[in-house]
């Protein structure tokens, strides 16, 4: 029972929007209510709290510490397992900016199950940041090969082909996202920051409606609306649409930098820094930023 809790708290994780990573942190206590020596749960506890952060659900600083809390635990009942390395390489890099320390725990986690995609997708992604592209790519080929119909992994893929200019590759990988699962803000988000890279501004602000009206409360969605918006033309919508939003400052420069405030971009950027606003370890590579570079 308490892995089937567990089970059912990974799918609804993996869809990413805040009313479904509530549905996987109740299945993840579930779980870890069911079994007590149980270190998986609190492994996808961690995770989710990651998530939360990401998509604007709580505060930076407090879903930290509720994700350590979650991780050390995982860690003391499962450290012979793959899952609660991941966590712990989540927090290195999101909360620490320690990169050697994430990419440790991420091979590692490799190291305890070769064969499991989570480790690969995900040091993959580490490995892209840190601008090593080759051995990114090749994580990332072994973690499709292990599970090819994940929607994660094909988005981590889009983004590694997004951070090397490939918005072509990008787009492709994006649509077979969205081809798996129309329904899932995660394909009609990707989808649309390809489309956007292509300077196919109008086709964008289409695909990133679709993923507001999946999630109109989402802190993570209105921002990405708000930028397509200013890209299609349409600045005051844009403004309107950030003006109260509770969200990173992170994705907030990026609205301005579509809107030519640049200024105002990189004070949201100093404040994203402050606060550890987990997107601001994209930034170097970031496809959104390239206004920046060389400032």
Same mark, same amino acid.
């Given at each position: 029972e308490a892995y089937q809790a567990y089970c059912r708290g990974r799918f609804f994780w993996g869809r990413f929007s805040r009313p479904w990573v509530e549905k996987a942190m109740a299945c993840f206590?579930?779980?870890?209510?069911?079994?007590?020596?149980?270190?998986?749960?609190?492994? %996808?506890?961690?995770?989710? #709290?990651?998530?939360?952060?990401?998509?604007?659900? &709580? =505060?930076?600083? *407090?879903? +930290? !510490?509720?994700?350590? $809390?979650?991780? *050390?635990?995982?860690?003391?009942? %499962?450290?012979?397992?793959? *899952?609660? /390395?991941?966590?712990?390489?989540? @927090?290195?890099? #999101?909360?620490?900016?320690? +990169?050697?320390?994430?990419?440790?725990?991420?091979? &590692?986690?490799?190291?305890?199950? =070769?064969?499991?995609?989570? =480790? /690969?997708? +995900? @040091?993959?992604?580490?490995?892209?940041?840190?601008?090593?592209?080759?051995?990114?790519?090749?994580?990332?080929?072994?973690?499709? $090969?292990?599970?090819?119909?994940?929607?994660?992994?094909?988005? @981590?893929?889009?983004?590694?082909? !997004? #951070?090397?200019?490939?918005? $072509? %590759? *990008?787009?492709? /990988?994006?649509?077979?996202a969205l081809e798996l699962d129309p329904h899932q803000l995660l394909g009609h988000w990707a989808v649309g920051g390809a489309l956007q890279n292509l300077g196919r501004h109008d086709e964008a602000l289409e695909e990133h409606r679709r993923a507001f009206d999946l999630a109109p409360d989402s802190a993570f969605v209105r921002p990405v609306l708000a930028r397509s918006l200013a890209l299609a033309g349409r600045p005051d919508d844009a403004r309107a649409l950030v003006v109260a939003a509770e969200a990173s400052p992170y994705q907030l420069a990026t609205v301005h930098l579509a809107l030519g405030e640049v200024e105002r971009a990189e004070d949201l950027l100093a404040e994203a820094a402050r606060r550890k606003d987990p997107w601001i370890v994209i930034l170097d590579v970031d496809p959104m930023m390239r206004p920046l570079r060389g400032r």
């Open positions: 206590y579930e779980a870890a209510a069911l079994d007590p020596r149980y270190a998986l749960p609190h492994a %996808g506890l961690a995770d989710a #709290f990651l998530v939360a952060a990401l998509a604007g659900a &709580l =505060p930076p600083g *407090e879903a +930290w !510490a509720l994700a350590a $809390e979650s991780s *050390e635990r995982a860690l003391a009942l %499962g450290a012979d397992i793959p *899952e609660p /390395h991941v966590s712990a390489g989540f @927090l290195r890099l #999101f909360r620490d900016w320690d +990169w050697d320390g994430a990419e440790r725990e991420l091979r &590692l986690a490799v190291d305890l199950a =070769p064969e499991s995609t989570a =480790p /690969h997708q +995900w @040091l993959g992604l580490v490995l892209d940041l840190r601008g090593r592209r080759e051995e990114a790519a090749s994580a990332l080929r072994r973690a499709q $090969e292990g599970d090819p119909l994940s929607l994660v992994v094909l988005a @981590l893929a889009g983004l590694h082909a !997004a #951070f090397g200019a490939d918005h $072509e %590759g *990008e787009l492709a /990988h994006a649509r077979r």
